[in-house]
Nanobody, 115 residues
Framework: VQLVESGGGLVQTGGSLRLSCAAS????????MTWYRQAPGKERELVAG????????NYADSVKGRFTISRDNTKNTVYLQMNSLKPEDTAVYYC?????????WGQGTQVTVSS
């Protein structure tokens, strides 16, 4: 299993970024996918999740209405569109898949929102 995140960077408050997570080594279309983030000095937290077929996404209250999770099962990729970014969104963002009761993580991509 391999997960590779990309798309992070430095953006001003109110800006947008689109994160991607390219998956390989497993049958991507069969598994739910999730995005997490970890800010300095804080625990890793769930940001958004999406089912294997792309329906019923769920979001942390802190990002509802601003972030959108989606997936393209033809490209084995899950996305996180982040709009109206705030300084408190600054974190390393990770995608994760749970397969056979094991969690697999990507290396993360840094998102920094300047005020």
């Amino acid at each position: 299993v391999q997960l590779v995140e990309s798309g992070g960077g430095l953006v001003q408050t109110g800006g947008s970024l689109r994160l991607s997570c390219a998956a390989s080594g497993f049958t991507f279309r069969s598994y739910a996918m999730t995005w997490y983030r970890q800010a300095p000095g804080k625990e890793r937290e769930l940001v958004a999740g999406i089912s294997s077929g792309g329906g019923t996404p769920n979001y942390a209250d802190s990002v509802k209405g601003r972030f959108t999770i989606s997936r393209d099962n033809t490209k084995n990729t899950v996305y996180l569109q982040m709009n109206s970014l705030k300084p408190e969104d600054t974190a390393v963002y990770y995608c994760k898949v749970r397969r056979n009761w094991l969690d697999y993580w990507g290396q993360g991509t840094q998102v920094t929102v300047s005020s």
